[in-house]
């Protein structure tokens, strides 16, 4: 229980450090967009405030994840520092998926890093992880595709039609999804049901492409990318060899 209270609270810091970092970086062009639901933009905090923020968020990551050993630390702080590098500058590029596969791949690593023995996980859980953060990247940045354009904020879905961005991103959900399925060992008959739940999501989500539906077709990614962290859930792959 004490590991999993430190796992939460340096994931939380790190988490606050980003989501914040995002919010004073993108000052300029939430405003310049009239984004006004953005606290910074609606006058309701400064952004030196926010600023801040991010910065001891990102400053007390450190010692929480020391709690997990240094080889859980460095991993940490690597993802981190991925996810600040998108905010910064990398989802401007084509480079945007990068991070996303970054951070999220090396999730597994940080809780089994922290671990007595310190063991790395398995491959194929980092790579899982990391087609599902990938793919809830390319799916996310739908919503704001305008707003993006108008601001310089071309990322690789960005620059892709949005019905190609989508497929891609449901294409990754479903390899992530089928992948946990093969390394669950318990529970198989739930597994089995949540992964057939999981891919009827996703082709539901691509006939909704080929219908010119893309505000039903992403609705249903987003339940799509729900049913896959069910599925890491109840699959409970066993993390390490």
């Known amino acids: 229980m004490p590991g999993a209270l430190a796992v939460a609270a ?64 460095g991993v940490h702080l690597i993802a981190i520092g991925s996810a600040w590098a998108y905010n910064g500058r990398l989802k401007a590029t084509a480079w945007s998926p990068l991070p996303y596969a970054i951070s ?16 790395w996980p398995r491959a194929n859980v980092m790579i899982a992880t990391a087609l599902l953060g990938t ?32 497929s891609v991103g449901i294409t990754l959900l479903s390899f992530a999804a089928l992948l946990v399925w093969s390394l669950g060992d318990r529970l198989k008959m739930m597994q089995n049901a949540l992964v057939l739940l ?25 339940a799509s990318t729900g049913v896959c962290l069910v599925l890491f859930a109840v699959s409970r792959p066993m993390l390490t060899n």
Not at 146 to 158: F, M, N, R, V, W
């Open 198 to 222: 999981a891919l009827g999501l996703d082709v539901i989500v691509l006939l909704s492409v080929r219908a010119a539906r893309p505000e039903r077709a992403q609705t249903w990614a987003l």
């Open 104 to 119: 999220f791949g090396l999730l597994p690593a940080f809780i089994t890093l922290g671990l007595p023995s310190h063991p």
């Open 10 to 73: 340096a994931v939380l810091a790190g988490q606050c450090s980003v989501g914040w970092s995002n919010d004073w970086f993108d000052a300029g062009r939430d405003d310049a967009t009239g984004q006004t639901q953005k606290p910074i933009v609606a006058g309701l905090v400064s952004a030196a405030t926010v600023r801040n923020a991010a910065l001891i968020a990102l400053a007390a990551s450190v010692p929480l994840s020391l709690l997990l050993g240094w080889q859980a630390t």
């Open 135 to 166: 793919g809830v990247h390319f799916i996310n940045t739908l919503g704001d595709r305008d707003a993006d354009h108008a601001t310089g904020i071309t990322g690789l879905p960005q620059r892709m039609t949005a019905t190609g961005a989508l």
